[in-house]
């Protein structure tokens, strides 16, 4: 099997690589600030304007937003990005955000959104765990009432990243009050600049922070309904879908991995041989990650069913992430913990290893996915409620 791009398959991803050729060490320490400085994950405000200068953003949408690009395309470029060091947490985010209006907004929101996306003006986030309502997210409280034009939404949501650098969230609410688990859910694309909004840092292990989001009586208009009132739980599973698709820590172990090895280079004698096998191990793993990626991307592409094969590549990958950094630390010893910020790697490798502890966490605990993937992807029978 053939598993090279042909000239048409890697045109975006060659483009990439033509943009990463244009940063210097100055340009890139210049966009490593401006992401601890936003104090998120891998969001650059920079370089999203450059992507969309480029034409980079919502590839495989329809004309006249995207460009009409397939799904290994779309896939090839967006690893380029990652592996050459570029945040691209933005891209996928705000890509979710377009990609949800696609498939279930009206004319009008998509409209309005999809030209802002694509320019790199509007930005998302996902409004949807709560404190009593993580895991299962079935179990949400916030409510939005129906007044006139608008609903009224009253709430709390916790754990959003990025939403104080973003335009809009997609908040999950319940639009019936006696609706039970799925039903009566509803979803609203709501501006976070109106009234009654208040955005609280939660800082996190990995070096930046999610908030904890309250809506006090906020008025949102219900032309931003998303789907039909009390489908929410349709709209939002093709996001979350699509979140599960994304490579959790694969990529960036992929890259830290080949970074790792050219620092190595030449001191094959000092590592013990059990060290060499792991090394050689991980090598294998992280392909083998990669494939899971690529193979969930083009099962998208092919139009079919993504929500079993998707948790699975985000369990394998998350925690092949874990277990690498944990071992390259490790072997580097005690200078990874106390790392000099002139050694980039060095640094590197201890913010990484503070990332990874969330991995398995975030989009979904391990626990959650492999009982998505017994189900959807194994065909196992689901075990009953108590």
């Known amino acids: 099997m053939n598993f090279r791009p042909d000239k048409d398959d890697a045109r975006y991803r060659d483009r990439m690589r033509a943009i990463a050729d244009s ?6 320490k210049a966009m490593r600030e401006e992401i601890h400085e936003l104090d998120v994950e891998r969001y650059s405000f920079a370089f999203q304007k450059r992507l969309a200068d480029e034409g980079l953003i919502g590839l495989t949408w329809p004309k006249p937003y ?12 967006a690893e380029e990005l990652e592996t050459q060091g570029f945040p691209g947490y933005g891209l996928t985010t705000n890509q979710r955000g377009g990609g949800m209006l696609l498939r279930s907004g009206s004319p009008e929101l998509v409209a309005e959104h999809l030209p802002k996306v694509v320019s790199g003006e509007y930005t998302y ?36 990243s990025s939403a104080h650098i973003s335009t809009f969230t997609s908040l999950l609410v319940r639009t019936d009050p006696d609706g039970k688990r799925h039903r009566g859910l509803s979803l609203l694309l709501v501006p976070l600049d109106l009234p009654g909004i208040t955005i609280q840092p939660i800082e996190v292990m990995g070096g930046w922070r999610v908030n904890a989001v309250f809506y006090d009586n906020v008025r949102v208009p219900a032309r931003n309904l998303v789907g039909e009132e009390g489908g929410g739980w349709n709209v939002i599973t093709g996001n979350l879908d699509e979140e599960r698709a994304m490579s959790f820590g694969g990529t960036e172990t992929r890259l830290l991995c080949a970074r790792l090895i050219h620092r190595l280079s030449g001191r094959a004698d000092d590592l013990s041989e059990i060290d060499l096998q792991l090394l050689g191990q991980f090598v294998m793993e992280l392909e083998a990650d990669r494939l899971l990626y690529l193979r969930v991307g083009m099962q998208a592409a092919r139009g079919e069913d993504t929500s079993g094969s998707g948790p699975l590549s985000k369990v394998y990958g998350s925690e092949l992430a874990q277990r690498f ?14 790392a000099d910020s002139n050694d980039v790697l060095m640094a590197d490798m201890e913010e990484q290893l503070r990332v990874a502890t969330v991995l398995t966490n975030i989009g979904g605990t391990s626990e959650v996915q492999r009982n998505i993937v017994a189900a959807r992807y194994l065909g196992l029978p689901r075990e009953p409620r108590s």
């Open 66 to 77: 995207g460009r009409e690009a397939r799904v290994d395309q779309q896939f090839l470029m």
């Open 325 to 338: 950094i944990e071992w390259a630390c490790d072997l580097l010893g005690t200078e990874t913990l106390f």
């Open 125 to 160: 986030c996902q409004g949807l765990s709560e404190p009593g309502a993580g895991s299962d997210l079935l179990a949400l409280k916030t409510r939005a009432v129906r007044d006139g034009d608008d609903y009224v939404v009253n709430g709390s949501k916790i754990w959003t």
């Open 23 to 28: 940063y210097g060490w100055a340009e890139m």
